[in-house]
């Protein structure tokens, strides 16, 4: 059974910078995809970044880039998001995903397993 755990949510202020974790257990996804998404309150959920296991390439929304990074630890079979120059407007829960096959989406739905989620809060 696949798990997806989050880490690293909190409360900081505009400007500042949060490291979320997902560590997965259960099977690797060596061959696959993994994702954040993030859900604000009132507001649909929306993708955040993607990274494709096998060659750690990275995929962003507009609205993060240049600011966050996403990367994963083989090893640990975990994705990190480093969140810099966080806004007021990144508020939101964020969720992480995984999938099998090395196609990445921004869609919410192409994901197979989800994490159950970290509060961020930026405050102004």
């Known amino acids: 059974q696949v798990q997806l755990v989050e880490s690293g949510g909190g409360l900081v202020q505009a400007g500042g910078s949060l490291r979320l974790s997902c560590a997965a257990s259960?099977?690797?996804?060596?061959?696959?995809?993994m994702g954040w998404f993030r859900q604000a309150p009132g507001k649909e959920r929306e993708f955040v970044a993607a990274?494709?296991?096998?060659?750690?390439?990275?995929y962003y929304a507009d609205s993060v880039k240049g600011r966050f990074t996403i990367s994963r630890d083989n090893a640990k079979n975990t994705v990190y998001l480093q969140m810099n120059s966080l806004k007021p407007d990144d508020t939101a829960v964020y969720c992480c995903?995984?999938?099998?096959?090395?196609?990445?989406?921004?869609?919410?739905?192409?994901?197979?397993?989800w994490g159950q989620g970290t509060q961020v809060t930026v405050s102004s």
């Open positions: 995903s995984a999938k099998y096959g090395s196609a990445w989406y921004d869609v919410a739905t192409r994901y197979n397993y």
């Open positions: 259960g099977r690797t996804f060596s061959n696959g995809a």
């Open positions: 990274i494709t296991w096998a060659d750690g390439r990275p």
